[in-house]
Every structure is written in C-alpha cells, then in structure tokens.
C-alpha cells in the first residue's frame, strides 16, 4: 500500500486529552487537511499531526491555536517537509545503514519531526525511522546514515535548530555499527 502525503504538516502537542480531540474536528472543519496522526501519549497528553497542502495546513493549524485554553506544549509547521520524513515515520523508509549511524532523541515529537526535517535538508544523509511519542513518554528518536561527515554535519544541524527550543536530549554517532547491533535493533532497512 503506498501512502500519498502531502508537502505541509502541521503538529499539535496539548495538555489536554478532551481539548485534543475538539482540536481534531477543529482542524478537518477548517480546511482540507488529513489527520495523519490523533492520539493519547504518556504521560496524559495528545498529540496531532495534520497533512495537506500549504494553505490548508496553515489555515487548520492557526484556527487550533488560537485556542489558548487547550494547552499546547509544542506546536510545529513545516510548509515543505522532506519527503522522506514522513515516511519513516510510518516504517516505509527502507534504509540500509551505511558507514556512519547518527541516533537523535529529542524531549518532543513536534522537535523529532522538525529535527529529522532539518538534518535531512542540510546533509547528504539517509532517514531509517523516526518513532515518536507513542510508547517512549512523548519523546521522538530518529535513525539517520551517511558517510560520518555528512552525519557529523546532521547533528551540527539539529543541534542548532533544536538550540532554541530546549528539547534536544541526547545525540550519539556510531561509525561503522556492528553487524549484530543493527540486527539486533532491526535497523538495517531491510524488511
């Protein structure tokens, strides 16, 4: 099955449970725009991930915010997101890792996505996955590959976005990762 995305995303993290799904209907009534993702995460917040083209997702995206009393934590919109992000987060990247291995955690699934974006957009590097939120306390990691300068540029990249915002937890770069670490990871793209 092959998901069809659009360019522009737009992510929602709320204090509040009710408030999140009254932000659902919100965003689909405003405009155009699909629900990638509307969902409880630990520990008791929602988070939204809405998809489309540019207007749409703008229009949707600033109409939620104006609901100050629903408690956002984070709020991201990324009018040209790679196309290579979104994917990965859905297991549809089919990555092999190469020389280098570039590990991201950030505080947020709004600074996950906004991160991978960027690193990807800078460096001549690879996305293998980016789990967010669910399962890992509302947190994103993602798995980047390329050559250890082009990984080396990635984390240059992320860290500088990510400076202003106070949620970037931790990077680790493994050059050359064992064989039996990838395998034991799944992290070798293949299925």
Do not use: C
């Amino acid at each position: 099955m092959q998901i069809q995305f659009g360019p522009a995303v737009g992510i929602l993290e709320m204090t509040s449970l009710a408030s999140g799904y009254a932000a659902m209907d919100l965003l689909v009534k405003k405009a155009p725009v699909r629900i990638l993702e509307g969902s409880m995460m630990s520990p008791g917040k929602f988070f939204i991930l809405i998809n489309g083209d540019e207007a749409s997702v703008f229009e949707s995206f600033n109409e939620a915010l104006q609901k100050k009393e629903w408690g956002f934590l984070d709020s991201v919109l990324i009018s040209q997101i790679d196309p290579r992000v979104l994917p990965a987060m859905y297991g549809l990247a089919k990555e092999q890792v190469k020389e280098s291995l570039l590990i991201v955690e950030t505080a947020s699934m709004s600074s996950g996505i906004i991160s991978s974006d960027a690193a990807l957009k800078s460096a001549s590097v690879e996305i293998i996955e980016l789990r967010t939120s669910r399962g890992i306390g509302g947190k994103s990691v993602f798995f980047l590959t390329g050559a250890l300068d082009a990984v080396e540029a990635a984390r240059e990249s992320v860290s500088e976005i990510l400076k202003s915002r106070g949620t970037l937890l931790r990077t680790e770069i493994i050059a050359r990762p064992h064989q039996d670490f990838l395998q034991y990871f799944n992290l070798s793209g293949e299925a």
